[in-house]
Structures are given as C-alpha cells and as structure tokens.
Nanobody, 125 residues
C-alpha cells in the first residue's frame, strides 16, 4: 500500500517561499496522478496543483496559485515537491499530498485514494 509523508511546511511572511515535499513509500503503484490539496478549518479540501507521474509529467494548478506554485517530481527519491513563491496569507492551511489513478478531475478530492497526514503552511501579513 502506498504511504505518503509530507514535510517542509512552516511559517513565513507574505511574499516568502516554501517547498513542501511528499515522499511515497512505493513508486510502483498503479496510480498515475499525484496532487497537493489545501484545507482550512471548516472548509473542504481544495486542489492546488497536480502532476501526472509517468512519462509526460504534465501539470496543472488552480487559478489562485498559477504562476506562484510549481509541482515537480523526483522519481529517484520517490518524492513530489510543491515549490511555493510569493506566498499570501490566503495560502495558509494544511497541505495534503495525495495519489490516485487518474488526473481527469484532478481538483476533486474524491478522485484520490491515498492521503498523507498533512503539513501546515502559515503565511502572515
């Protein structure tokens, strides 16, 4: 079973940068899509960015983070990263790494099977 472990969150001021990472315990799972979701208390998880883990490595991201967040993958380390630039207080939340079989509806949490425990990102003004 795939296990996902996030790290690299933290507290920064607005305009700062962070690079959370997600290590997968098993790369050879049959899924195709990995993504980062954000959740704040009282609200549902919302998709931030995703990557297709095989050959094309295509990516997509939410309009709210386009141009500021980039998702990348290092297969040798079984690791996915979320490079976050120009952070805003609205980016604050718990960031979850997730994996599933399809990127077709990548921003819908129910499409994913495996979830990490989350890493907190706090951006102060």
């Amino acid at each position: 079973q795939v296990q996902l472990v996030e790290s690299g969150g933290g507290s920064v001021q607005a305009g700062g940068s962070l690079r959370p990472s997600c290590v997968a315990s098993e790369y050879t799972y049959r899924g195709n899509c990995m993504a980062w979701f954000r959740q704040v208390p009282g609200k549902e998880r919302e998709g931030g960015a995703r990557i297709y883990v095989h050959s094309s490595r295509s990516t997509n991201s939410a309009n709210s983070v386009k141009g500021r967040f980039t998702v990348t993958q290092d297969n040798d380390k079984n690791t996915m990263y979320l490079q976050m630039f120009s952070l805003k207080p609205a980016d604050t939340g718990m960031y979850y790494c997730t994996a599933g079989y399809t990127c077709a509806r990548w921003d819908e949490a129910e499409e994913y099977i495996y979830w990490g425990q989350g890493t907190q990102v706090t951006v102060s003004s």
